[in-house]
C-alpha cells in the first residue's frame, strides 16, 4: 500500500502558490513600473485625448483633454498652446489672456462674454479657443 500523502493541518486557507523568487521579483516590478509611469510630474500636463473636425470650409474646430498634476493653488490651463497649470485665480476671475495662451508673435483677446480667448497671428488668422 502506498503511503498516503501529508498534508498541513492550518485551516486558516492561506495558500500562496508555490513559484519561484523571480516571478516575484518580476511581477513586483512591472506593478511599481506601471504605477511610476502612469503619474505625472507635479506641475505638468499631457495631453489625453485630441479629436480635430475638418467638416466645415475654412474652419476646424479642435477638442483636447489635458490630465494635469497641479501644485496647491494651481490649476489646469493653456500657457502657449499647450496645456499647463497656471494660477487657480486667472480661471475662477477668467481673465484668460493672464495665462499666456497665445503663442509669441500672437495676440490674445477676451471673448465679450469671458468664455473663452482668441489668439490673432500676424497675418490676421483668429483661433478661438472656448473653455467648457
Same mark, same amino acid.
Given at each position: 500500500?502506498?503511503?498516503?500523502?501529508?498534508?498541513?493541518? %492550518?485551516?486558516?486557507?492561506?495558500?500562496?502558490?508555490?513559484?519561484?523568487?523571480?516571478?516575484?521579483?518580476? $511581477? $513586483?516590478?512591472?506593478?511599481? $513600473?506601471?504605477?511610476?509611469?502612469?503619474?505625472?510630474?507635479?506641475?505638468?500636463?499631457?495631453?489625453?485625448?485630441?479629436?480635430?473636425?475638418?467638416?466645415?470650409? %475654412? %474652419?476646424?474646430?479642435?477638442?483636447?483633454?489635458?490630465?494635469?498634476?497641479?501644485?496647491?493653488?494651481?490649476?489646469?490651463?493653456?500657457?502657449?498652446?499647450?496645456?499647463?497649470?497656471?494660477?487657480?485665480?486667472?480661471?475662477?476671475?477668467?481673465?484668460?489672456?493672464?495665462?499666456?495662451?497665445?503663442?509669441?508673435?500672437?495676440?490674445?483677446? $477676451?471673448?465679450?462674454?469671458?468664455?473663452?480667448?482668441?489668439?490673432?497671428?500676424?497675418?490676421?488668422?483668429?483661433?478661438?479657443?472656448?473653455?467648457?
Amino acid at each position: 500500500m502506498a503511503p498516503s500523502p501529508t498534508f498541513s493541518k %492550518r485551516k486558516d486557507g492561506a495558500c500562496w502558490p508555490r513559484t519561484s523568487p523571480t516571478f516575484w521579483a518580476v $511581477l $513586483l516590478l512591472a506593478s511599481l $513600473l506601471l504605477i511610476h509611469c502612469s503619474q505625472l510630474a507635479a506641475g505638468t500636463c499631457e495631453i489625453v485625448t485630441l479629436d480635430r473636425d475638418s467638416s466645415q470650409p %475654412r %474652419r476646424t474646430v479642435a477638442r483636447q483633454t489635458a490630465r494635469c498634476a497641479c501644485r496647491k493653488g494651481q490649476i489646469a490651463g493653456t500657457t502657449r498652446a499647450r496645456p499647463a497649470c497656471v494660477e487657480a485665480r486667472i480661471v475662477r476671475a477668467k481673465q484668460w489672456c493672464e495665462m499666456l495662451p497665445c503663442l509669441d508673435n500672437e495676440g490674445c483677446n $477676451l471673448l465679450v462674454n469671458k468664455s473663452g480667448w482668441t489668439c490673432t497671428q500676424p497675418g490676421g488668422r483668429v483661433k478661438t479657443t472656448t473653455v467648457s
